[in-house]
């Protein structure tokens, strides 16, 4: 139990946060000077009531200064919100015309296959008779077709041609949303070179603490590269410990998916703890005298930044390094500082430096990980009272990962759509294995000598695959994961208000809880309803934009079947065909290649022949050229694909249709040709290229 009083940053943060949401969801370029505007008005609005505070009587309206305060951070949320969208400042690059720009790399680049991709800031905008400042990122990718493109480091310019693209929307239903993704990263446009389309100006023209932090982790990097006999373990020590992008095996990634033990791969709160732990105990003994204990802050917050610089400052370590800091310095000046107050700090002052933080999965997962480990941990460890060491630490340990679990359950399900079953398991099994694989692999990293390093390198690789092969056997045994949960943004924010209101009504037996949280179980429950409903009456045909592939999905209740050109090991498979069937629902999924046949009693499918429901289609690709067919064939859709030499007035000729589907495997002039020939001639139709995927009910 604490008063309000101790918690100040606990009530700022939340006019902050609204204003930045509202900000998020309602923004334009008039609101960048108008914002200022009403912040200005109401901050004078507040230095008038605190001046005439006893002149007015306003301590009869202790409420009336409190929401003047709330108003002004919201304002002024608001306001940061739409400055740090780099899109409405006057400057924006895409606003004049241009034949190319200069551009800053901002990040290291990272090379997949022959593409080297990274974000860039433009500095400049070069025209025919102009040259000015610009400011705005973009995403560029370069094919790598030398040495060069290889060697791009952070802070490097480059003159780039203004060919600029733009940024895909996901397509396909439950896709994962990139142009959103990027969009809160403020990239709003992409571009595509060639090796020899851009020319490189200069180097290392960024942050030199950056670049060094960067230029150490590469090097540390390719150390574990160089000396660790296994590379998938050593791109797991690089990914681990170091939070370089490397690329990790699918296997590797699935498994850590499905066991609840994905944020070991991503070097955060849980890494830095480590680091702030093992150097919490070992100096101890500075806690006596006020000196001492100023003195141990200042250790342990270097040592942590240390530990940041050497991941090459990434966002998630810096942000738990941030936390740290605060809590650290906060409990070094005043042992009974209130934790929720110390974390609140941390998060509204990185808020203040990027607003759209907020909108980061990452940060989100992380702050409600500490605030459930530092409210759920207590009370789940306090249920059962164990006298023996050993097994009061895992007691211990199981109820930490069980708060953060609880804390981050409805975040992580709207994300990541699964439950890990065995986290619990999971986190209690590799627990020990992964503080020794980080303790030993940062003393891997400062050993110089390299007949140590080879017989440590092995001795690393052994301990990492031992860990692997434990989430491998979890993964494997049945019912490790619950997939295919689709859950909404407001099911997620409803879930979210059920957990903190029971968390009051538990805490400070707050008997008037009760009936929110009732009330909140019911729409939660008639919701589900209502979904289980709609899946088990549902009949659905998809008809999948892939771009250079083709794909059709018929959902039927809880089961799907998917007909595509695409292989079963491709990325497209998990990244569009399966999350729109497990969308709508599909709990059982079967995929069939466009050369197989098959039949239930709810479908049928032979060469390009399919029938889902009372539904029939025809896939007229260019197997059809030079065959001919008797009139009186009838379908409800004929599915135009992978480029054939036919109009629509021939395809007419042969059948009776009711709507013609040309999917994204055509070329952009016969699509064209063919658009005006429906048009002229009255067919319906409908483009799946750069379009939505088309999905009909039944």
């Known amino acids: 139990m604490f008063y309000k009083g101790e918690i100040p940053f606990v009530r700022l943060i939340i006019p902050l946060i609204i204003g930045i949401l509202i900000a998020y969801r309602f923004t334009g370029a008039l609101t960048f000077y108008v914002s200022p505007i009403l912040a200005l008005a109401v901050f004078l609005l507040l230095l008038i009531l605190i001046v005439y505070y006893k002149m007015l009587a306003l301590y009869r309206y202790k409420w009336l200064l409190g929401l003047t305060v709330h108003i002004l951070i919201i304002i002024a949320a608001y306001w940061l919100t739409v400055r740090a969208s780099e899109k409405y400042s006057a400057n924006y690059f895409t606003l004049h015309s241009a034949d190319a720009y200069v551009v800053e790399v901002k990040n290291e680049p990272k090379i997949t296959g022959a593409v080297s991709r990274f974000e860039a800031r433009v500095l400049f905008s070069l025209g025919q008779n102009e040259y000015r400042a610009a400011t705005g990122k973009v995403m560029v990718s370069i094919k790598a077709g030398n040495k060069q493109e290889r060697t791009l480091k952070y802070g490097d310019l480059l003159l780039i041609p203004a060919a600029l693209d733009s940024i895909d929307p996901p397509y396909n239903p439950g896709e994962f949303d990139y142009r959103g993704y990027l969009a809160d990263r403020q990239i709003h446009q992409q571009l595509f070179l060639q090796g020899d389309e851009y020319y490189l100006v200069n180097h290392s023209q960024g942050n030199p603490l950056i670049s060094f932090a960067l230029d150490l982790r590469k090097h540390l990097v390719d150390k574990f590269y160089r000396y660790l006999p296994d590379q998938n373990a050593a791109a797991f020590a690089s990914t681990l410990i170091l939070g370089y992008r490397a690329e990790l095996s699918s296997e590797i990634i699935e498994a850590y998916s499905k066991t609840g033990t994905m944020h070991v791969l991503s070097v955060s709160g849980m890494h830095v ?166 303790y030993s692999g940062i003393l891997f990293m400062f050993i110089p000598n390299s007949v140590v390093l080879i017989y440590a390198g092995k001795i690393l690789s052994l301990l990492i695959n031992f860990t692997n092969e434990i989430l491998y056997y979890i993964e494997n045994l049945p019912f490790s994961s619950l997939d295919g949960i689709w859950i909404t943004a407001t099911e997620c924010f409803l879930i979210c208000l059920l957990l903190i209101l029971i968390s009051i009504r538990l805490s400070l037996n707050v008997r008037n809880m009760n009936l929110p949280i009732a009330l909140l179980l019911l729409v939660l429950t008639l919701n589900i309803c209502r979904e289980s409903i709609s899946n088990f009456t549902q009949q659905r045909i998809i008809f999948y934009n892939l771009k250079k592939k083709s794909g059709i999905a018929f959902v039927t209740r809880s089961r799907s079947i998917i007909i595509s050109d695409i292989n079963p090991g491709e990325k497209l498979l998990n990244f569009s065909l399966l999350p729109a069937v497990k969308s709508f629902g599909s709990g059982q999924e079967r995929f069939y290649n466009e050369s197989e046949s098959f039949s239930t009693h709810d479908y049928f499918g032979t060469s390009n022949f399919y029938q889902f429901g009372r539904i029939r289609i025809i896939k007229w690709d260019k197997n059809f050229d030079g065959r001919s067919f008797s009139h009186g064939l009838a379908a409800d859709i004929v599915l135009i694909s992978n480029n054939p030499n036919i109009s629509l007035n021939q395809i007419a000729s042969y059948l009776t249709f009711k709507k013609i589907v040309i999917d994204a495997t055509n070329p952009d002039y016969k699509i064209k040709r063919w658009i005006a020939e429906a048009n002229k001639h009255g067919y319906k139709y409908y483009v799946l290229k750069k379009n939505p995927a088309l999905v009909l009910n039944l």
């Open 273 to 438: 703890g480590i680091v702030f732990m093992v150097l919490s105990v070992a100096l101890r003994f500075m806690s006596k005298t006020q000196t001492t204990r100023l003195i141990r802050a200042f250790l342990i917050i270097t040592v942590i930044w240390f530990y940041a610089l050497i991941t090459g400052f990434s966002a998630p370590a810096s942000r738990a390094a941030v936390m740290l800091s605060f809590v650290v310095i906060g409990k070094a000046l005043n042992k009974s500082q209130n934790t929720y107050n110390l974390i609140a700090i941390s998060a509204f002052f990185l808020l203040i430096y990027n607003p759209f933080y907020l909108v980061d999965a990452g940060f989100q997962l992380s702050y409600l990980a500490v605030a459930g480990i530092v409210y759920f941990h207590p009370k789940i460890y306090q249920l059962f009272e164990i006298k023996t060491k050993a097994l009061d630490y895992i007691w211990s340990y199981s109820a930490l990962s069980l708060a953060a679990q609880i804390a981050t359950f409805p975040i992580s399900v709207y994300y990541f759509h699964q439950f890990p079953v065995y986290f619990l398991l999971s986190n209690l099994l590799i627990v020990l294995p992964i503080a020794i694989i980080m």
